[in-house]
């Protein structure tokens, strides 16, 4: 039996593959109904063809999942939208932010923490002093990145496993926004969400109460191949942007982008290779990423800038999460 505090079996083992962004899949091109009817097929392959009893009843259940209206995740977080939609119509200001930050209390800490960061002399006074100190472009990043994760990020007896994905999508979210050249884009929610069709598998993976568990390795194999699949179908059920949707979808196989998102795609494409490489650096493990960058043709960035954003976000992401916990512990 699996208490709260331990860790599931069919957590992914980090680190294993130097070149974590080569084993990924595609998405199909497609109107949305074609893309689901195409994956629930290929599921119900799977399923028959499976000779373990607890990877077909794993399958079954991810399908019966990607069947439901709401694929069984949380609606796609409404202070997120808000807080885009503002943005766009150039209504933003410090009452509407605070607003926002009452809705959920986790976009409240994020703004204090961010607030009374080294960089400031004084603790901020108030909350309104606090939304002060952030630019707009600040407060839109801070509101994105911490609504998805506080709203959506949520897999049972894998907290590990969820930190780690969170704090890849905001490396590539920070990565891809830079590579882009600006602090409020579609490449920034892009990274974030980039692999959202994970968190529907292992999902479903760790619901066996009533039988055996799936193999690991099968559903490691399975969430490779179709995590950008599920990704869209999960992101067009939100109804994200489409070139946001794009880039979730053709992130690991730019160059077979539908034009419309393809720049999006390549930009999550190359900071993922950074994200990934960044993180194994940072853990001593052996990665050949910055020699792939390097040997690529047509691609120009400053590879040591990029990089230094990617080691400067995955030390602020640890420095944050250990704030959360430790919030957390206190109330």
Same mark, same amino acid.
């Given at each position: 039996?699996?208490?709260?505090?331990?860790?599931?079996?069919?957590?992914?083992?980090?680190?294993?593959?130097?070149?974590?962004?080569?084993?990924?899949?595609?998405?199909?091109?497609?109107?949305?109904?074609?893309?689901?009817?195409?994956?629930?097929?290929? *599921?119900?392959?799977?399923?028959?063809?499976?000779?373990?009893?607890?990877?077909?009843?794993?399958?079954?259940?991810?399908?019966?999942?990607?069947?439901?209206?709401?694929?069984?995740?949380?609606?796609?977080?409404?202070?997120?939208?808000?807080?885009?939609?503002?943005?766009?119509?150039?209504?933003?200001?410090?009452?509407?932010?605070?607003?926002? *930050?009452?809705?959920?209390?986790?976009?409240?800490?994020?703004?204090?923490?961010?607030?009374?960061?080294?960089?400031?002399?004084?603790?901020?006074?108030?909350?309104?002093?606090?939304?002060?100190? *952030?630019?707009?472009?600040?407060?839109?990043?801070?509101?994105?990145?911490?609504?998805?994760?506080?709203?959506?990020?949520?897999?049972?007896?894998?907290?590990?496993?969820?930190?780690?994905?969170?704090?890849?999508?905001?490396?590539?979210?920070?990565?891809?926004?830079?590579?882009?050249?600006?602090?409020?884009?579609?490449?920034?929610?892009?990274?974030?969400?980039?692999?959202?069709?994970?968190?529907?598998?292992?999902?479903?993976?760790?619901?066996?109460?009533?039988?055996?568990?799936?193999?690991?390795?099968?559903?490691?194999?399975?969430?490779?191949?179709?995590?950008?699949?599920?990704?869209?179908?999960?992101?067009?059920?939100?109804?994200?942007?489409?070139?946001?949707?794009?880039?979730?979808?053709?992130?690991?196989?730019?160059?077979?982008?539908?034009?419309?998102?393809?720049?999006?795609?390549?930009?999550?494409?190359?900071?993922?290779?950074?994200?990934?490489?960044?993180?194994?650096?940072?853990?001593?493990?052996?990665?050949?990423?910055?020699?792939?960058?390097?040997?690529?043709?047509?691609?120009?960035?400053?590879?040591?800038?990029?990089?230094?954003?990617?080691?400067?976000?995955?030390?602020?992401?640890?420095?944050?999460?250990?704030?959360?916990?430790?919030?957390?512990?206190?109330?």
């Amino acid at each position: 039996m699996i208490t709260d505090e331990d860790l599931h079996p069919l957590t992914p083992i980090q680190g294993e593959d130097s070149r974590p962004w080569a084993v990924g899949g595609v998405c199909r091109d497609g109107k949305w109904a074609e893309i689901l009817k195409g994956t629930l097929d290929k *599921l119900r392959s799977l399923e028959h063809a499976a000779g373990h009893i607890g990877n077909r009843q794993f399958i079954h259940r991810l399908s019966k999942d990607l069947n439901e209206t709401d694929m069984k995740l949380p609606a796609y977080p409404a202070s997120v939208k808000t807080v885009d939609h503002m943005m766009k119509r150039d209504n933003a200001d410090a009452f509407k932010f605070s607003q926002l *930050l009452e809705t959920d209390a986790a976009l409240e800490q994020a703004v204090w923490y961010q607030a009374n960061s080294v960089e400031y002399s004084r603790p901020a006074g108030s909350l309104r002093g606090a939304i002060a100190r *952030l630019s707009q472009d600040n407060m839109w990043r801070l509101i994105t990145r911490v609504g998805i994760e506080s709203a959506v990020w949520h897999v049972p007896h894998m907290q590990p496993w969820v930190n780690k994905q969170r704090m890849h999508g905001v490396t590539v979210a920070e990565v891809a926004s830079h590579l882009a050249g600006s602090r409020r884009c579609d490449a920034y929610v892009a990274g974030l969400l980039h692999g959202i069709g994970r968190l529907s598998i292992y999902r479903a993976a760790v619901r066996h109460r009533r039988g055996p568990a799936p193999e690991a390795g099968f559903v490691s194999s399975l969430s490779d191949e179709m995590y950008p699949t599920i990704g869209v179908l999960i992101a067009r059920t939100w109804d994200i942007e489409p070139g946001i949707v794009t880039a979730i979808g053709f992130h690991n196989a730019p160059s077979t982008a539908p034009d419309s998102g393809k720049k999006t795609a390549w930009l999550v494409h190359l900071a993922n290779i950074i994200a990934c490489t960044a993180s194994a650096e940072a853990e001593g493990l052996d990665s050949d990423g910055r020699e792939v960058l390097a040997s690529m043709r047509g691609v120009k960035l400053n590879i040591e800038d990029a990089f230094d954003v990617a080691h400067d976000a995955l030390s602020e992401c640890e420095a944050f999460h250990a704030a959360q916990d430790a919030e957390t512990e206190s109330t």
